[in-house]
């Protein structure tokens, strides 16, 4: 080969590494946008100037979180901060309560700590911005999207159908709620059964809203094992010959039961949409000990109590599952968002994870 042809080809060469990557430096996300509804496993900062003890904007929340404390209720990223880092995203979506002009395009968070499916779910620990006032809040940021589309409701049904939307609620209609007898009644009114009907039923509506407003890719996290979370085992106590109060695990089962059915019979009737179930009860039911973990029964920051900016965390977190007595640490997370992201198993996800749902 001459002279001339082998600069040719280093120059060929290079043109193709340099347009590489470029491609998989801009690559853009695999959705457009990301809306987020739920609780304190996924509030980004909504609670951060409300009256509630359910708010964490101080240290040592946040300790390995790139900007430290943001009202993330653990030490680093949430399972929904990694899911929209598989998607592609370059940044997370804002907070609703912070989110301002055009940023909205990529999509909202609206969690809130100790938010529940049921407006008085939680209510004794302050304000919160329960799911009903987040769908509003959502129908809100629709019609802002609207106006920057040029107040053109088509081009905007188009974008948000391309979106990906997740949920993650109902813990605290259970941990502070149905659980908490002395302070609410659902307990006496409602067997376990009857209460997860209960609450099947008002979540039915709340996510056909969410499709009423343009939801068209919508993944739900179903409840995880609750009861095996240092708060409610320094409550309860563990059941005989269980490592967790199994009498809230079985209430949890049921719902999640329903919920799955649910989701089906969403899929059956939005022919336009898909709906799919996200299984983190039985993908956090796996032996924390074969993934590295050593500590399961309490948390790394307060124990089995609250975790209070005056409190030193321990120094070994990934090694524990828990941050605080409520919240997986960060590398249970990153776990969690894995097997949701990509099923390892078929039932990690019904009928389809997250990768297969953002290409739908």
Request: aromatic share 12%.
């Amino acid at each position: 080969m001459g002279c001339g042809q082998k600069i040719w080809c280093l120059l060929y060469f290079l043109f193709f590494v340099s347009n590489l990557q470029s491609y998989c430096t801009l690559a853009d996300p695999q959705v457009p946008c990301y809306f987020n509804f739920g609780d304190s496993l996924s509030d980004n900062g909504n609670n951060n100037a409300l009256l509630t003890l359910a708010k964490v904007n101080f240290r040592p929340y946040g300790i390995d979180f790139p900007t430290g404390p943001t009202g993330r209720f653990t030490n680093g990223r949430t399972i929904v901060d990694v899911i929209v880092q598989r998607l592609g995203f370059k940044s997370y979506p804002p907070a609703f309560a912070t989110a301002r002009g055009q940023e909205i395009l990529i999509g909202v968070n609206y969690a809130s700590g100790a938010a529940g499916i049921r407006d008085e779910s939680g209510e004794k620990l302050g304000d919160r911005v329960t799911m009903n006032e987040q769908l509003r809040n959502y129908q809100i940021s629709v019609r802002q999207i609207t106006g920057i589309q040029g107040d053109n409701d088509i081009a905007t049904a188009k974008y948000l159908s391309r979106c990906m939307f997740t949920v993650g609620i109902c813990s605290n209609d259970y941990i502070n709620n149905y659980f908490m007898p002395s302070l609410y009644q659902t307990s006496r009114q409602y067997t376990p059964d009857q209460y997860a009907v209960v609450l099947i039923d008002q979540y039915s509506q709340q996510l056909k809203t969410l499709y009423e407003y343009g939801a068209r890719k919508v993944a739900i996290f179903g409840l995880g094992t609750i009861g095996c979370t240092p708060g409610e085992l320094a409550k309860f106590g563990a059941s005989p010959g269980s490592a967790c109060v199994d009498e809230i695990n079985d209430a949890v089962q049921l719902f999640n039961d329903r919920l799955k059915l649910l989701l089906d019979d969403l899929n059956a009737k939005f022919s336009d949409a898909r709906f799919t179930y996200i299984n983190i009860f039985g993908i956090g039911s796996v032996d924390a000990t074969t993934l590295g973990f050593t500590v399961t029964n309490t948390g790394c920051c307060g124990g089995q109590n609250v975790c209070l900016p005056i409190t030193i965390p321990c120094q070994n977190r990934s090694e524990y599952v828990f941050w605080d007595q409520f919240h997986p640490s960060e590398d249970v997370n990153v776990f969690l968002a894995g097997r949701s992201y990509i099923s390892e198993t078929p039932s990690d996800a019904h009928p389809i994870d997250i990768h297969t749902l953002a290409q739908a």
